[in-house]
């Protein structure tokens, strides 16, 4: 079993609020999945400047992952004044003054000229807050957010790192089973070689001792699988090394996983032997289960 190990998942969602009494905001951070770290951010209209500060707040605690970045602004109801246009409406009497004495159009009544869109208007009495004190307040307020997807990634990554220690000694296991089936299937298809040799002979074709020597060599260089259980159980040394590293190791064992599927194919391919084929598809299997856990870490 791997020792306590810092790993992190690649998946999480977090959300911080703050505010100032006047006005409110909240900070919501989704990460799922990805080759590299891709961050979006959706910001509020007036508030683009925050990006190359959420940007760099992002990058300097997460190494992988597709990250969305969203800030909401909200207003405490007495914080709102209500306001009239006065330029606005202004341009509507005197538009309504042309217009005037038409029979076809009934005159414009004050109230209507007031429901207008844009004449009457709400004022955000924290307008006049200092925006680098605003900024500062709403960046605290982001530093939480991400501490608490940071938690609940290394939280789902400690998981990951039991299951990947599982499939690892599963996979250790299947190659100590390959590596003792390996003399037997050796022994077995010598003999089977014999056997058909003998008839062979027995059938009026005779085959030279010296040619028979030849195709037992052959036989035991092409059914050799000693290479792949040797690479098989470095691979597993090499995985378990990196579990016990932590940190943004999801890329080296994405490549064991490879390696691992490469060697085991190899193993197949050369069995020719039902018990050592069985060994082989299982080990096909616990590998694909390592690698799908092993494209969750950071």
Not at 147 to 158: F, H, I, M
Not at 261 to 283: D, F, I, Q, W, Y
Request: glycine share 8%.
């Amino acid at each position: 079993m791997v020792g306590a190990s810092r790993l992190s998942s690649m998946t999480g969602f977090a959300r911080a609020s703050g505010g100032d009494g006047a006005s409110g905001w909240s900070w919501e951070i989704k990460s799922v999945n990805g080759r590299a770290l891709d961050i979006r951010c959706r910001l509020p209209q007036g508030l683009e400047r925050l990006e190359p500060t959420v940007r760099n707040a992002v990058s300097a605690r997460l190494r992988r992952g597709n990250v969305t970045v969203g800030l909401r602004l909200s207003q405490a109801p007495e914080s709102a004044a209500m306001r009239v246009n006065r330029a606005w409406l202004d341009e509507l009497i005197a538009l309504a003054a042309e217009y005037r004495g038409r029979d076809d159009i009934a005159p414009p009544r004050l109230d209507g000229m007031l429901a207008l869109r844009g004449v009457i208007e709400t004022a955000d009495s924290a307008g006049d807050a200092n925006p680098a004190q605003d900024d500062g307040a709403m960046l605290e307020t982001l530093d939480a957010a991400l501490a608490e997807l940071v938690s609940e990634r290394q939280a789902e990554g400690a998981a990951l790192a039991t299951a990947l220690t599982n499939r690892i000694e599963e996979i250790a296991a299947l190659t100590r089973q390959a590596e003792a089936l390996a003399p037997t299937r050796r022994e077995a298809l010598g003999a089977r070689l014999r056997e058909q040799v003998a008839a062979l002979i027995d059938a009026g074709a005779p085959m030279p001792e010296d040619r028979l020597a030849s195709e037992l060599a052959l036989l035991a260089v092409k059914i050799d699988v000693t290479e792949e259980i040797d690479r098989l159980k470095s691979h597993c040394a090499a995985a378990t090394r990196h579990l016990r590293e932590g940190g943004a190791v999801g890329r080296k064992l994405d490549f064991l996983a490879q390696e691992f599927n490469r060697e085991a194919n190899t193993l197949c391919s050369k069995a020719s032997h039902a018990a050592l084929t069985e060994v082989g598809l299982a080990l096909k299997a616990a590998i694909d289960q390592f690698r799908e856990q092993a494209q969750n870490v950071e």
